[in-house]
């Protein structure tokens, strides 16, 4: 079966760096879109970033443009989320997500997702 496992997570203080992991089984991860989303109480899962089966492109949300970066390896079934000055507000559980879909950032896009990982982003 099909498996997310994303790792990496932590608490880090304002301006740190982080970079978390999601890696793939059980799918065809060299051809899937690879998304990334975030969550909190309450609130529903909110788009981060995609990245398309070869790398070439990727699209992030406004609230992170500029200070996180995608990119992937598929020889290792693994897509990398780099999390540069996080800020309080970037805490969250981070939920990674493949597609057989070529883009998209809406939720229904994806197929299969990942249990999450907790970030906190001390003040």
């Known amino acids: 079966q099909v498996q997310l496992v994303e790792s990496g997570g932590g608490l880090v203080q304002t301006g740190d760096s982080l970079r978390i992991s999601c890696t793939a089984s059980g799918l065809a991860f060299s051809t899937s879109l690879m998304g990334w989303f975030r969550q909190t109480p309450g609130k529903e899962r909110e788009f981060v970033g995609y990245i398309v089966w070869n790398g070439l492109m990727t699209e992030y949300a406004d609230s992170v443009k500029g200070r996180f970066t995608l990119s992937r390896d598929n020889a290792k079934n693994t897509v990398y989320l780099q999390m540069n000055n996080l800020k309080p507000e970037d805490t969250a559980v981070y939920y990674c997500?493949?597609?057989?879909?070529?883009?998209?950032?809406?939720?229904?896009?994806?197929?299969?997702w990942g249990q999450g990982t907790q970030v906190t982003v001390s003040p």
């Open positions: 997500a493949a597609s057989a879909e070529i883009a998209g950032s809406r939720v229904s896009v994806y197929n299969y």
